[in-house]
């Protein structure tokens, strides 16, 4: 195996850069860092990543078009953090420095996102293995702004919408660590002080006089249900402002694909269920359908069950229709003189075959 992206630590740190060959020992090391994963490349085979065919130059080198570059990503997590951990501190001028940097690398993803309309969102592409409140920040933001573009949001209106993201828990800095760390469930009365994170979030970004009024107000409602009855003012739908409404859908996606202490993440496809299981209760349903149409469902690399019994790994995804990617049938699964890979969206004779899971025994 080849490796085919860059891989950083939990520092930001270039661990291994792609086209190194992966041996056993690098295997070890690897997971000894806690990555869960890579990416590879087959000799002789084009690379994909976050569901996009990347483009092969005459040089024989790649042309990466994720969401939004890993640099930008570390960029982004590093400001955010600086700025929580200011605030945490009462540091005003190094949260005034901060606020400034997440203001500039928000434009940054903005331009980065906008100039890539068809990208599709491989939620794994956004995952690290540690320090989630940040990077849950980030990763918010960048699903946000992904469907304001989609929404065609002017500038100005992906600007609020990604700064309301990228802030939305700041207000946790302010709720008592032994209620915000606690692992096991928390008592009603606990759940009642982690409700007031988005009151206290707004509260502190309103006193700041630097962020536009639906952004606090998108801080202040990222909580508020479809069906009113969210937190923490009970809002009917017409009452709340898109930029919550995306945020709400964005927050509770990323939230429910990490890892986290009491339970396992949900795959997309779970992920994705669930929002379309909520749509017109908790989440608006046309956010919900804007959402669902650039997010990555079977992201490449899952191994999928398909309705006619066989079994095949996802090698692209298609923006056209992310339900119907292209898959590489097992060796033990295509039939004789049969074609082993699948085009479930351009070939008309696969018309009636679907995806219908994940198959988590591999």
Request: hydrophobic share 40%; charged share 25%; glycine share 8%.
């Amino acid at each position: 195996m080849v490796l085919a992206k860059d891989l950083y630590g939990d520092r930001n740190n270039l661990l291994l850069v792609s086209g190194t060959v992966i041996t056993e020992a690098l295997i070890d090391g690897i997971k000894r860092v806690g990555c869960g994963g890579v990416y590879v490349r087959e000799p002789g085979k084009e690379i994909w990543d976050a569901g996009i065919k990347t483009e092969r130059k005459k040089d024989n080198k790649s042309v990466k078009q994720g969401v939004i570059s890993t640099k930008l990503k570390d960029n982004a997590v590093d400001a955010i953090k600086k700025y929580f951990i200011a605030v945490s501190n009462g540091d005003t001028l190094m949260a005034e420095f901060s606020f400034y940097a997440i203001k500039s690398v928000l434009d940054d993803i903005i331009n980065e996102i906008s100039s890539n309309k068809s990208a599709l969102v491989n939620i794994a592409d956004l995952k690290v293995f540690d320090e989630y409140t940040y990077n849950h920040s980030v990763n918010v933001a960048v699903l946000a702004i992904m469907v304001g573009v989609t929404a065609k949001m002017s500038r100005n209106g992906l600007y609020r919408l990604g700064m309301g993201a990228i802030l939305h828990d700041i207000g946790k800095i302010f709720v008592p660590k032994e209620v915000l760390n606690k692992i096991e469930p928390l008592t009603p009365e606990e759940l009642e002080i982690m409700k007031k994170h988005s009151q206290y979030g707004s509260y502190y970004l309103k006193k700041q006089n630097a962020l536009p009024s639906e952004s606090i107000f998108a801080v202040l409602t990222h909580h508020e249900r479809y069906d009113s009855k969210g937190y923490p003012l009970g809002l009917p739908p017409d009452k709340q402002i898109i930029e919550g409404k995306i945020i709400s859908v964005c927050d509770n996606y990323d939230a429910i694909t990490s890892d986290r202490p009491y339970r396992q993440a949900f795959s997309p496809s779970e992920a994705i269920e669930h929002l379309m299981g909520n749509s017109g209760m908790m989440f608006d349903p046309d956010v919900v359908n804007l959402f669902r149409k650039k997010v990555v469902l079977y992201p490449v690399g899952t191994v999928v069950r398909l309705s006619n019994g066989r079994k095949g790994t996802v090698v692209e995804n298609s923006p056209a229709n992310i339900m119907r990617p292209k898959i590489r049938l097992h060796t033990d699964q295509a039939g004789s003189g049969e074609e082993n890979i699948y085009d479930l969206y351009n070939d008309p004779a696969l018309y009636n075959v679907t995806v219908i899971g994940i198959d988590k025994d591999r």
